[in-house]
């Protein structure tokens, strides 16, 4: 049987994001950026609002801990939507095409609440979802299986019905395992064949 449905993650799928983006900008030397995303705006850190925490107790607690950096982590409040310069190439056009054929859109992000809702006005290809699943909101992450048993009954679809298409491959196991057909993102290129494959283009 092939897959009916179509669900996207958004960062580094939909839209390109990496905090260095922004710190390109503030911190010009690459030393000391690595530094800084290494040891203050970590991913592990900026994990803990994907998975539900509020943001001002985390800068809060960051700027305690880092007080030379103040001014950067409140930037990386401030200033987020820097972190996302644009779409990735390509797959804005394929979303299109799903869209037109009719086949039933649906997402699931590890993105933080507050973020999320800075983030969405600024993309319109969102209107063609019917439903996204946000990790701040559930407060559970992928690649936890619960995630995605959420997605699948949130959908309304069943095992095999949909693919899902990620960049991160434990995420993608982990849809494999859960009863999506998983899809680990390099390029839309190669996504393109593959959905052309299985009928959906």
Same mark, same amino acid.
Do not use: R, S, T, Y
């Given at each position: 049987m092939n897959p009916t449905a179509v669900v996207f993650d958004v960062g580094n799928v939909l839209y390109r994001w990496d905090p260095d983006f922004l710190f390109r900008k503030l911190i010009p030397g690459a030393d000391e950026r690595r530094w800084f995303l290494d040891?203050?705006?970590t991913l592990e850190w900026h994990a803990q609002h994907d998975a539900g925490r509020?943001?001002?107790?985390m800068i809060a607690e960051r700027k305690a801990?880092?007080?030379d950096s103040s001014d950067l982590i409140d930037a990386y409040r401030d200033r987020w939507l820097e972190t996302i310069p644009g779409p990735v190439p390509g797959v804005h056009d394929l979303v299109e095409r799903l869209a037109t054929r009719g086949v039933p859109l649906y997402a699931i992000t590890n993105f933080g609440t507050e973020f999320w809702a800075r983030f969405v006005p600024t993309a319109p290809v969102l209107d063609h979802f019917? =439903? %996204?699943?946000v990790s701040g909101d559930v407060e559970m992450m992928k690649p936890d299986p619960r995630?995605?048993?959420l997605a699948l009954d949130r959908f309304g679809l069943e095992a095999g019905e949909a693919v899902f298409?990620? =960049? %991160?491959?434990?995420n993608v196991a982990a849809s494999d395992a859960a009863g999506f057909v998983g899809h680990h993102f390099t390029d839309a290129e190669t996504l393109e064949r593959d959905l052309s494959d299985k009928g959906l283009l």
């Open positions: 040891n203050v705006i509020a943001l001002d107790p801990q880092f007080p019917g =439903d %996204i699943v995630i995605f048993a298409i990620d =960049d %991160i491959e434990a």
